[in-house]
DNA sequence: TTCCAATTGTACCAATCGATAAAGACTGAT
DNA sequence: ATCAGTCTTTATCGATTGGTACAATTGGAA
């Protein structure tokens, strides 16, 4: 019966969506065994501590994958424009152009966050941080990258809420757009 | 052991604070029973329909509110700044400097708002189209004033998300600020 | 005072919750 | 062939879930 195949790793695309559109308590076990494919065993052997487990590692999966997708990327660009178009790319693909909805943010709103406050909030620093980086390397003077970064993290943040409200990608595009402009005319006036 | 105090809206206050805090699903009701001082028996002769009925009637009331203190009197401002102004103030005091999180905004990212995705949308179109006419009045050309109100509303919403995982109301302040001095701008600009 | 409708407390329901335990099934290495 | 270790199934736990039923109690009208 073991297939030797599933890992813990298997698991957590499943276990995010399931989070994700059901929150922290409105993911029952039962909903998290469909999503995953896993009997309660299963998932008691991956994640011993539970389902407070499972979330953690959900967080930290995605927090990595943002790292590793977006913030480094964004760090680390030669061409600040070339980073920010990056950025953009994957921001929109990630969320699904607003119809995704964005977990850690989420999980921030509600009474979930308290265990994994500052998971959350570095997560936000990490993202804000890596702009403003790149904003600094483009020649913008530092107080200006700051809130410029702070604008278009929120800015993304706000475009999930309201396009997924909505149910209007166009809506979710259009304000990736403007960001983006907001971040060109900054560097150019650099 | 009758009261003959409680009527159906005491009970709404505490309502939205357990459902903004814990979600839908994460409102139990003995949370809802401790939030609001009541028992089962009186909580389901005000809502015979259940927790649905109590959801429905929480975000009708934060809707209603929303219409009476902000949306109606930014439609009737007469000085377009001064409406804004009284906005932001109100949008200040209601978020508490972002660290209420938005009820309607929240459950429009989750599964929760499949039987109310009507409300929710209604919501957020009435906020943009509010702001937006007072904009137009204001002698903003109309596709200027249209994405400008999204992007205010949009923005509102994502510094709650931010400002509340970095716990800073001084993010959310500033932020306010910002979308207050851009408004300003494109009034001046008209 | 009597009576009625409104309100509330209490007990209870089946269903589901998160979690545990133990036995079984499979694997790779020896 | 055997064994240790990994993974899965199944059954079950006590607690809690949302919801119901009903009697007790109340304030106000008659």
Redesign the interface.
């Known amino acids: 019966m073991a297939r030797m195949i599933a890992e813990r790793a298997d698991a957590l695309p499943g276990l995010a969506e399931v989070f994700?559109?059901?929150?922290?308590?409105?993911a029952s076990l039962s909903l998290i065994g469909t999503a995953t494919g896993l009997g309660r065993g299963s998932l008691y052997h991956f994640f011993p501590g539970g389902k407070q487990e499972m979330a953690a590692a959900v967080l930290a999966d995605v927090a990595g994958w943002f790292d590793a997708a977006i913030f480094t990327p964004l760090e680390q660009a030669d061409d600040p424009r070339a980073g920010i178009d990056a950025m953009m790319v994957e921001v929109d693909r990630y969320f699904r152009s607003g119809q995704r909805?964005?977990l850690?943010?989420?999980w921030?709103?509600?009474?979930?966050?308290d265990p994994f406050?500052d998971s959350?909030?570095g997560?936000?620093?990490r993202w804000i941080a890596a702009l403003q980086t790149l904003l600094a390397r483009g020649g913008v003077a530092e107080d200006h990258a700051a809130?410029l970064a702070?604008?278009v993290?929120?800015?993304?943040?706000?475009?999930?809420?309201?396009s997924?409200?909505?149910?209007d990608t166009s809506?979710f595009r259009?304000?990736l757009g403007?960001l983006t402009a907001r971040l060109y005319t900054a560097l150019a006036a650099a």
Chains 1, 2 share one sequence.
Request: hydrophobic fraction near 45%; glycine fraction near 16%; charge should be positive.
């Open positions: 994700r559109e059901y929150g922290y308590a409105g909805a964005c850690i943010g989420a921030g709103l509600g009474a979930t966050r406050a959350i909030a997560y936000f620093r809130t702070q604008d993290v929120s800015g993304i943040q706000g475009a999930v809420v309201l997924r409200a909505l149910n809506l259009a304000t403007r």
